[in-house]
Structures are given as C-alpha cells and as structure tokens.
C-alpha cells in the first residue's frame, strides 16, 4: 500500500491502549467470522464506540483489516518464532517452531485459529492489499522454516542433499491438514496425526548414520532377482567342477 500522505497528530498513550484494545477485538472476531467480517460498523457496534472515533484509528475498513493481522503477526513472532530461536540450531529448533505453531494454532487467545490460516481460505481468490499482506506474512513462515531446515542441514542433522524449501511445503502442508481435521473435521486424532506426519517427514529428511548408510549400500538378498542370487542346480560344468576341485 501507498503510504499516506495525511498528517496525523501524535499518538497518545490512552490512544495506544485504546487501539490495541480494538485490534485486540478485531483479531478475536477475525478468528470467529472471517476476516470480511470485520469492518468499522461491526466493532462499532461491539465495543460501543462511535464509527467517527474508529475512523479516525483506521481511515478504512482495510487498514483496520491490515493492521489488525499485522498484530497477529507480532503476536504470533512473540508467541512461535523467538522462543523457538532460543532452542538449539538444527532439527531441535524444527521442532520447536512446529510444536509452538501447533499450540499457537490452538490458543485460547484465538477462538478460531490462526488468524492467517483462516484468512488463507477466506481471501485466496479476492485480490487486494489484505490477501496481499496474508500471503506476504505466509512466505515469511514458510521461509522461516526452510531457513531452520538449512541451518539443520549445515549442523549434520539433515543430508546434504535435502530440498529445504520442498522441506517447508511439506511442513505448511501438515500445518494446514491439522487445521482441516481439528477444526472443520473435528477429529479427536488431529494432533496426533500432524505428529506422526511431522516426525516421517524429520525422519525422511535425516542424514544418515554410519549403520543406515552400510545397510543402504548393502544388497538385500531378500528381494533379488533370481538372475542376482546364483542357483547352483543350474552351474556351467565347469563351475561345477571348480566347486569339486576346492572340496
């Protein structure tokens, strides 16, 4: 968006309070009946305060939907991404970004979910500075988590070769089909199942050990084709002789 060009008076500390109040609400009733939903009238009405004083926060509709989810955004970096840069580099700050996500998702604070989430089905075909903002805000997960999975990859804890931003896809992936089930669903296994999901797509992702790398080049016998396992009824003679001879 096109910074405005206005001049506004200077915030003042009952102002600022009493604008995080709002967002606050906003973001609550975001969770519950869409990010659409959210307009001047609605939480005029909510909050009891006049539309003319809300206007005078937010000049539109839109800017209060942005500034809205741009607090759920920091709340969100607060709540998920810096405790989870205080664990250890590699596969144990994976985990903790997909565990605080998980429970960041389920927060009493957010009755719907996460607030990006949500407004990723509602605004994924309504073009605008608002779906603009989710899908930024997005990627910026999205490479948050490619960017720990590279950091993995350079601890030894993930292979070398590993595609971390297909990684990430994968991870966003079982962070959306937990949304589905848990919330639209209702399925009791929901997190158990992004659990299992997480931890085979860590497992896949691994580096190999010394004993995982010798049983991958060793042949498995069990699965051979018979030309690769040799059936002494049907040696040459000569191989049959040979046998003889070192008995």
Same mark, same amino acid.
């Given at each position: 968006m096109a910074p405005s060009t206005e001049t506004r008076a200077p915030r003042t500390a009952k102002g600022e309070r009493t604008r995080d109040a709002?967002?606050?609400?906003?973001?609550?009733?975001?969770?519950?009946?869409?990010?659409?939903?959210?307009?001047?009238?609605?939480?005029?009405?909510?909050?009891?305060?006049?539309?003319?004083?809300?206007?005078?926060?937010?000049?539109?509709?839109?800017?209060?939907?942005?500034?809205?989810?741009?607090? %759920?955004? /920091?709340?969100?970096?607060?709540?998920?991404?810096?405790? $989870?840069?205080? *664990?250890?580099? @590699?596969?144990?700050?994976? =985990?903790?970004?997909?565990?605080?996500?998980?429970?960041?998702?389920?927060?009493?604070?957010?009755?719907?979910?996460?607030?990006?989430?949500?407004?990723?089905?509602?605004?994924?075909?309504?073009?605008?500075?608002?779906?603009?903002?989710?899908?930024?805000?997005?990627?910026?997960?999205?490479?948050?988590?490619?960017?720990?999975?590279?950091?993995?990859?350079?601890?030894?804890?993930?292979?070398?070769?590993?595609?971390?931003?297909?990684?990430?896809?994968?991870?966003?992936?079982?962070?959306?089909?937990?949304?589905?089930?848990?919330?639209?669903?209702?399925?009791?296994?929901?997190? %158990?199942? /992004?659990?299992?999901?997480?931890?085979?797509?860590?497992? $896949?992702?691994? *580096?190999?050990? @010394?004993?995982?790398?010798? =049983?991958?080049?060793?042949p498995d016998r069990r699965h051979a084709s018979p030309a690769a396992v040799p059936d002494r009824r049907h040696a040459s003679p000569a191989a049959a002789a040979a046998r003889g001879r070192?008995?």
């Open positions: 709002i967002l606050g609400h906003a973001l609550a009733l975001a969770t519950r009946i869409g990010v659409e939903g959210v307009t001047i009238g609605r939480l005029a009405d909510d909050l009891k305060l006049s539309k003319s004083g809300l206007f005078a926060h937010f000049r539109s509709k839109e800017a209060l939907q942005i500034e809205m989810l741009r607090m %759920a955004g /920091a709340r969100m970096i607060e709540s998920v991404v810096k405790p $989870a840069l205080a *664990a250890p580099r @590699g596969e144990p700050r994976l =985990r903790a970004l997909f565990e605080r996500w998980l429970a960041w998702e389920q927060s009493p604070s957010l009755p719907g979910g996460c607030p990006f989430m949500a407004a990723s089905f509602e605004l994924d075909d309504r073009p605008g500075p608002v779906r603009d903002f989710v899908v930024q805000n997005l990627r910026d997960w999205i490479d948050t988590i490619a960017g720990a999975a590279r950091i993995a990859v350079q601890e030894g804890h993930f292979r070398a070769d590993l595609d971390c931003e297909q990684f990430a896809q994968d991870c966003q992936g079982i962070g959306l089909g937990f949304v589905h089930a848990s919330r639209l669903m209702r399925d009791p296994q929901a997190r %158990a199942r /992004a659990d299992r999901a997480f931890e085979a797509l860590v497992s $896949a992702a691994r *580096a190999a050990t @010394g004993g995982d790398a010798s =049983r991958a080049t060793a070192r008995r």
